[in-house]
């Protein structure tokens, strides 16, 4: 039983380690800094054809149930997300592949199954219109409603701010009250809402890390009983892990960005002299870079750990999520601010990619919770806990 178990381990390690070959050659070749830069001009604020090629080389089926289209394991998905944060894209698979394809996967409404094949064969894009303005980070804060007519149709009435990937998303799924009061966590639905549907409004915004997101206003929208995602009243256990789930992912990311901003900077204390020597004869340089080469490795450690810990106890999962995010948050921008100021002042112009790196890190930091939001989440956790024991 042991040699099968480490047999299969390997296989699962061998086939990881093709994975990043394949994402390390995609990037170094087809993504680098220009052809990012390029692809936040385009019109949708990505490119279509890198996101073609994402679809062909599977990277959109990682983790998902084999059912619709999905292949490998969330562990994959996580190591898949480092080695792309590195090239900082701008394409919307965290949205598409770690939120909106595995609510759509865990349907039992095979319509809703069929959307989450579209989206890993890259033909649907689709966002989680969830968060509020009044709720800030906590998804559950929900105002908009939504109430069922004599005919089964259902109305949904509200607005949603931070919609990530909703500017180019032809799916919206609308996180709606069905019942209780506005911070209840029993009570809402979630409703697979096409974008084109009469009386929502979707205004694109961009985000400063060349990502974009978008406010959903909802007047009046009527939507079949059949474009629900999951029980009446029951969608929030299942958001709440898929949330879960894409704050790993991001943290994954974050840690690609990190990694990047190091060698970038690294690169630079080496070739960069002043005073006749290069800055990494500095010994103070060179102790700031291995506090940095540090950080990574912590931050790498707590999002492996926290990826382990999604498919176990709820409790436990939100624990080991909350730790992670909240060190990678803090570590992430604080690395981040340090690679520019090892630069200097070009550290922020647009034309040298340190800069974007830190801004992807500060990005991130506020994205699915704040470092605040996810201490005080622990907090709660403990609370809990103590007043069980």
């Not at 079949?224 to 999951?230: E, K, L, N």
């Not at 630079?268 to 990494?280: D, I, M």
């Not at 921008?333 to 040298?352: K, S």
Request: net charge negative.
């Amino acid at each position: 039983m042991t040699t099968r178990t480490t047999m299969v381990e390997d296989d699962d390690i061998e086939a990881r380690r093709m994975l990043l070959d394949s994402v390390r050659r995609y990037v170094e070749r087809d993504y680098r800094f220009a052809q990012r830069k390029a692809a936040m001009d385009a019109p949708q604020g990505f490119s279509r054809a890198a996101w073609r090629q994402f679809a062909d080389m599977g990277w959109l089926s990682l983790g998902l149930p084999e059912a619709c289209g999905g292949a490998g394991s969330v562990m994959d998905q996580v190591a898949l997300a480092e080695a792309l944060g590195r090239a900082l894209p701008v394409e919307p698979w965290l949205p598409n592949t770690a939120l909106c394809a595995p609510l759509l996967a865990a349907s039992d409404l095979a319509p809703q199954r069929v959307l989450a094949q579209d989206i890993v064969e890259g033909r649907l894009l689709a966002a989680l219109a969830g968060y509020e303005r009044q709720g800030r980070h906590d998804a559950f804060d929900i105002a908009t409603q939504a109430r069922q007519r004599p005919d089964g149709q259902w109305q949904i009435d509200g607005a949603k701010t931070l919609v990530l990937g909703g500017g180019c998303a032809d799916l919206l799924l609308v996180l709606a009250r069905t019942g209780g009061e506005r911070r209840d966590t029993l009570g809402l639905t979630l409703f697979a809402v096409p974008a084109g549907t009469r009386g929502l409004s979707v205004q694109a915004l961009p985000t400063y890390d060349g990502r974009q997101t978008a406010t959903v206003a909802l007047r009046r929208v009527m939507v079949a009983d059949d474009t629900r995602v999951g029980p009446v009243d029951g969608a929030w256990p299942l958001v709440e892990a898929v949330i879960d789930r894409a704050t790993v992912i991001a943290c994954a990311d974050a840690v690609g960005a990190m990694a990047r901003a190091l060698e970038l900077t690294r690169d630079y204390a080496v070739t960069r002299r002043q005073f006749g020597r290069a800055l990494s004869a500095n010994q103070v340089v060179r102790h700031r870079l291995v506090d940095l080469f540090v950080s990574i490795e912590q931050s790498r450690a707590i999002t492996e750990v926290a990826a382990a810990a999604l498919d176990g106890d709820a409790v436990a999962r939100r624990h080991a999520v909350s730790c992670a995010k909240a060190f990678v948050s803090t570590a992430g921008r604080a690395l981040g601010e340090d690679a520019v100021q090892l630069h200097g002042a070009i550290g922020m112009t647009e034309e040298v990619e340190v800069g974007h790196c830190y801004k992807r890190l500060a990005a991130h930091a506020n994205l699915f919770g704040d470092a605040d939001w996810h201490l005080a989440r622990l907090s709660a956790i403990e609370s809990v806990a103590q007043a069980v024991a």
